[in-house]
């Protein structure tokens, strides 16, 4: 499971990229200093929310196995306990 830390990691790079995005607003188009560097900042934050993405799709993939093998270990159970020993 993600820790605390790789949550809140999570959630600043979503802060991030919305202040990037309201700064791209305000940026004039003939400032080709200051729209490097945001496309610098942008693609950072970018490759930071693809990591974070495959960290969550690889969680998701662990539960999906977990459930799975808790439900036939249930129905395993069911099995066994229908049956009479003798």
Same mark, same amino acid.
């Given at each position: 499971?993600?820790?605390?830390? $790789? *949550?809140?990691?999570?959630?600043?790079?979503?802060?991030?990229?919305?202040?990037?995005?309201?700064?791209?607003?305000?940026?004039?188009?003939?400032?080709? *200093?200051?729209?490097?560097?945001?496309?610098?900042?942008?693609?950072?934050?970018?490759?930071?929310?693809? *990591?974070?993405?495959?960290?969550?799709?690889?969680?998701?993939?662990?539960?999906?196995?977990?459930?799975? $093998?808790?439900?036939?270990?249930?129905?395993?159970?069911?099995?066994?306990?229908? *049956?009479?020993?003798?």
């Amino acid at each position: 499971m993600r820790s605390e830390e $790789a *949550k809140a990691a999570g959630e600043a790079l979503l802060r991030r990229l919305r202040r990037l995005v309201a700064r791209a607003g305000a940026v004039e188009e003939t400032d080709h *200093k200051q729209l490097v560097a945001l496309l610098d900042d942008l693609e950072t934050t970018r490759r930071g929310l693809l *990591k974070e993405c495959a960290e969550v799709e690889g969680e998701m993939r662990r539960a999906s196995v977990r459930t799975t $093998a808790i439900g036939a270990y249930l129905r395993n159970a069911q099995v066994h306990r229908g *049956k009479r020993h003798s």
